[in-house]
């Protein structure tokens, strides 16, 4: 269901280095034409840059403002790009003298995402089809209204949001399907037709010296994706997975925010939230040929279901004060509470054909419950000339419980535990920023980053079958150290450039049981980001960006001789160009080029598993704005290019486009 | 490939350089210096004005900005130059004020993000990146995910009211849950495996799948 519901149109304006984005008081229309020609995998242009190949028309841009009688007044923005089902459009209407007296506001905005059909494949496996066949596009849209004005004395702000996706997307997981009795990457993909309902409601009411708002906040949603995987080869096999869920969660909130003087400000907040999810699901497992398949380890359940219950407690607490002349400080708590519960079952057809028939069922209760307290505290210092110091430290304490229990379709497979989980986070940061002279800005930052997760076996009876425990690792430990900082300099009033450096190092570490050393793992990253900007006139900008990302991690699988993992790298460049010319009041240039690179390819053709980014990525767009009397005219002209790593993927295209745009003053 | 984009600079510099030859140029004497946001043409000739000033009009806002994150950005003595609390993002505000308000004569960074890209260019990159949420093409904007007036700029910290992964929730409902057997790491934050800004890696991964695991 594609419903386009047109009740306003608004246009958003250009996304144009030159014109900031003003509200426009002139009425003016910009219907618009283009044609995008693409060689090789137009597929994988399609999911880069959001856009079908071919012809498209549209209106680009329509805005207006119009008093309705003598208070009213209505702003209309639009855009509708039809064979994208690209729309924005936006109605606002309010009391112009006094806006809280009446608002309202109503919109639509949607957007197709395309897909590429190969997703979740490498060359190197056995079979060389990657095509899914399939046209994975998907339609997400969303309308909303949204009203507010007094009533008995409380200001009052009701919203409708109806969210709705439709269509297919790419999936790039590990497939359920075997080939050769190994797990491999199989292409997979998921048919949606989700739709979510939200309705919130508050009411604000002024105090001396603050306010008291009190809000509902209804989320339903109606979710039926179904998965679907390709056939490798003869020898492989493929899962169908499809779910039927519903979910409902509500949220009420109150919250006081109180200035006891200037220098202290108060907010405390209490919200309350309930969720209720029911899956049903079916998995059903096929061969090349489409018949059904089962036994063993193949997956063929009908009519699992989940239910799931949710409430969380939270409240926060956020105090601001000026302790000293210039000195702020903020401290904050939060503390929850929150609890699940689930009960599951998985109806399993065991036959070699499957006949429909559940021949056994297994059950999972699980109770997840705990609470956290978290807190932060910060200073920033302002009676510096030039210098604004500032401190962060955050920390946070979890400790929740998991109970489960598992009966299986044998009795000796039963299984029940009880887990707890204490999770402890910390924070500290520390910066400043400067201005040493006015040409020249500094900033910098250090921080600390731990996490750990910290897993007890409390009780559990293991099944007789088996010797592990706790499904659990014993404990999870992330230890990060980071770097930023940024230089500007406007050594003239025309050339301004900038260097953005930011480095982070994360130790990853895991004790899988307790008494047993822990494996380790890293990464590691450094970002340089340089700006380059020259605005000689106020007509004329000419602005580079030039990054550098550097970053690899190495895990516990670069040890092992046979896994052949090596550390991962994420490396990529870009260079970022955006160039405006006013030449004349007729007459503008302005051109976007962006280019980034990336070489991280290792060739592990032996083993179909080459890791790393490989590619490069370029666009190019030319406008040239033609201002004649009260029209402008728009051509553009704009080319780019993607080419991968030929092992690691097929996805190679061309592209060239044009395009006329035709402003009207209305 | 890099003679390629270096043959478009060369002719993009003999264009610029006719047309700089063309055109009488204006003096900059006595402009003060300003970030290059502040430069468009609907912005010319305005000052700053400072906060007091914007809070007689936006009182609450102003008020509740100094809870915000963004409060400490504000540094003494360059009052007049690079502006303080709402101009260093919204800009000189003085041609706003004269004109009682007039929302063509101030920046608002709900339709234009080039103001967060200012301080934030490492973010732009990203976007332009071939997995990135689509900011740059006009289908959402930064404040969709922040609030650049509120504590929490980010939305995920130990104190946040939301939750840490409510941003994500808004338009990715079926991520939500409750789940029966919920992924773990989804209990500290989608961010601990996807990159919410860009990524050259498909869906967004900071990672490609594998060692994004295999990191623990």
Redesign the interface.
């Known amino acids: 269901m594609k419903k386009i519901f047109l009740l306003s149109i608004s246009f958003i304006a250009l996304q144009n280095s030159f014109t900031y984005a003003f509200d426009p008081k002139e009425a003016f229309v910009t219907p618009r034409t283009s044609y995008f020609y693409t060689e090789k995998d137009s597929r994988q242009f399609q999911e880069f840059r959001g856009v079908k190949r071919g012809f498209e028309a549209g209106i680009d841009q329509l805005e207006f403002s119009k008093m309705l009688g003598k208070t009213l007044e209505l702003d209309f923005s639009g855009h509708a790009l039809f064979r994208n089902n690209d729309y924005n459009i936006l109605i606002d209407l309010k009391n112009s003298s006094d806006p809280s007296k009446f608002k309202l506001k109503t919109g639509f905005l949607s957007f197709n995402r395309y897909y590429d059909p190969t997703g979740g494949m490498y060359a190197n496996a056995t079979t060389p089809s990657y095509d899914l066949t399939e046209k994975l596009t998907l339609f997400d849209g969303q309308y909303f209204i949204e009203a507010e004005f007094p009533l008995f004395g409380l200001q009052t702000t009701t919203k409708g949001t109806w969210h709705h996706k439709e269509g297919k997307i790419s999936e790039l997981t590990w497939g359920f399907g075997t080939q050769a009795a190994n797990r491999k990457y199989a292409p997979s993909f998921s048919e949606i037709d989700q739709n979510v309902y939200e309705a919130e409601l508050s009411f604000k009411k002024e105090i001396t010296n603050g306010d008291l708002t009190l809000g509902q906040h209804f989320i339903y949603m109606d979710d039926k994706p179904v998965r679907r995987e390709f056939d490798k080869n003869t020898a492989s096999e493929s899962v169908v997975q499809s779910i039927n869920g519903d979910s409902f969660n509500y949220a009420a909130h109150i919250s006081l925010f109180k200035a006891l003087s200037e220098k202290t400000l108060t907010t405390l907040s209490y919200t309350v939230g309930f969720g209720d999810t029911t899956e049903k699901e079916n998995l059903e497992t096929f061969n090349s040929t489409g018949g059904r398949v089962g036994g063993g380890t193949r997956k063929n359940y009908f009519g699992a279901l989940a239910d799931n219950d949710t409430q969380k407690h939270i409240l926060n607490a956020h105090l601001y004060r000026e302790p000293f002349n210039n000195l702020s400080m903020n401290l904050r708590l939060n503390t929850f509470y929150k609890e699940r519960y689930s009960d599951s079952t998985y109806p399993r057809d065991t036959s070699a054909t499957p006949d429909l028939i559940i021949d056994e069922t297994a059950t999972n209760n699980t109770e997840h419950s705990g609470y956290g307290v978290g807190e932060h505290l910060s200073f920033h210092y302002k009676g510096l000339n030039r210098w604004t110091p500032y401190l962060k430290l955050e920390s946070e304490q979890n400790f929740l419980r998991l109970d489960e229990d598992t009966i299986s379709v044998t009795a000796s497979d039963n299984f029940s535990r009880v887990t707890d989980q204490e999770v402890f986070k910390s924070l500290g940061a520390i910066g400043f920023y400067s201005y040493p002279w006015n040409w020249f800005k500094l900033s910098a930052e250090y921080s600390l980053n731990q996490d750990r997760d910290d897993y007890k076996d409390i009780s559990e009876t293991a099944s007789s079958s088996g010797t592990e425990k706790s499904g659990f690792v014993d404990d999870i430990t992330r230890f990060s150290n980071a770097v930023k900082t940024n230089v500007s300099l406007a050594l003239t009033p025309w050339l301004q450039t900038g260097l953005r450096y930011q480095w982070k190092r994360t130790r990853f570490a895991m004790t899988p049981q307790s008494g047993l050393s822990s494996t380790k793992g890293y990464s590691n990253a450094h970002q340089y980001t340089a700006l380059f900007s020259i605005l000689p006139q106020s007509e004329f900008s000419l602005v580079q960006l030039f990054s550098l990302n550097d970053s690899d991690t190495r895990t516990q699988a670069s040890t092992v001789s046979t896994a052949r993992l090596p550390r991962h790298q994420g490396d990529y460049k870009s260079l970022i160009t955006s160039f405006d010319y006013h030449w004349s009041s007729a007459l503008n240039f302005s051109l976007q080029h962006d280019f980034s690179w990336s070489n991280n390819f290792d060739d592990f053709s032996a083993t179909g598993l080459p890791l790393g980014v490989d590619d490069k990525y370029e666009n190019f767009l030319l406008d040239v704005s033609w201002k004649l009397k009260s029209m402008t005219l728009t051509p553009s002209y704009g080319f780019g290019f993607y080419r991968t790593e030929n092992k690691a993927h097929v996805d190679d295209y061309d592209y060239h486009s044009a395009m006329i745009k035709l402003t009207c003053s209305l | 490939?890099l003679t390629s984009?270096l043959h478009?600079?060369i002719r993009?510099g003999f264009i610029?350089l006719f047309?700089?030859s063309c055109?009488s140029?204006?003096t900059?004497q006595g402009?003060?210096?300003l970030?290059?946001?502040f430069?468009?043409?609907?912005?010319?000739g305005a000052t700053y004005v400072g906060m007091s000033t914007c809070a007689t009009c936006h009182d609450k806002q102003a008020?509740?900005f100094?809870?915000a994150l963004h409060?400490?950005?504000?540094?003494?003595?360059?009052e007049n130059?690079?502006g303080t609390s709402c101009e260093m993002c919204h800009g000189p505000g003085s041609l706003h004020v004269d004109g009682g308000g007039d929302?063509?004569?101030?920046?608002?960074?709900?339709?234009?993000n080039?103001s967060c890209f200012n301080?934030h260019?490492?973010k732009?990159?990203e976007f332009?990146?071939?997995?990135h949420h689509?900011v740059?093409?006009?289908?959402m904007s930064c404040t969709d995910c922040h609030n650049p007036h509120g504590?929490d700029a980010k939305p995920w910290?130990?104190?946040?009211?939301?939750?840490m992964n409510e941003a994500c929730f808004k338009?990715h409902?079926?991520k939500?849950?409750?789940?029966?057997?919920?992924h773990?790491a989804i209990?500290?934050s989608c961010v601990m495996c996807h990159n919410p800004h860009g990524s050259?890696?498909?869906?967004m991964l900071?990672?490609?799948?594998?060692?994004d695991h295999?990191?623990?």
């Not at chain 2, 929302?103 to 234009?112: A, E, F, G, S, W």
């Not at chain 2, 939500?176 to 919920?182: L, S």
């Open positions: 490939m984009f478009i600079y993009i610029f047309l700089i055109q140029k204006q900059q402009q003060k210096v970030p290059p946001a430069h468009a043409q609907e912005l010319k008020q509740h100094k809870m409060a400490r950005l504000e540094v003494s003595g360059v130059t690079h929302k063509q004569k101030i920046l608002n960074l709900k339709k234009d080039q301080c260019t490492d732009k990159v332009k990146l071939k997995n689509p740059l093409e006009g289908k504590p910290s130990a104190v946040s009211e939301s939750g338009c409902a079926e939500r849950g409750p789940f029966a057997f919920e773990e209990s500290s050259i890696h498909a869906k900071v990672q490609n799948d594998f060692d295999l990191r623990y």
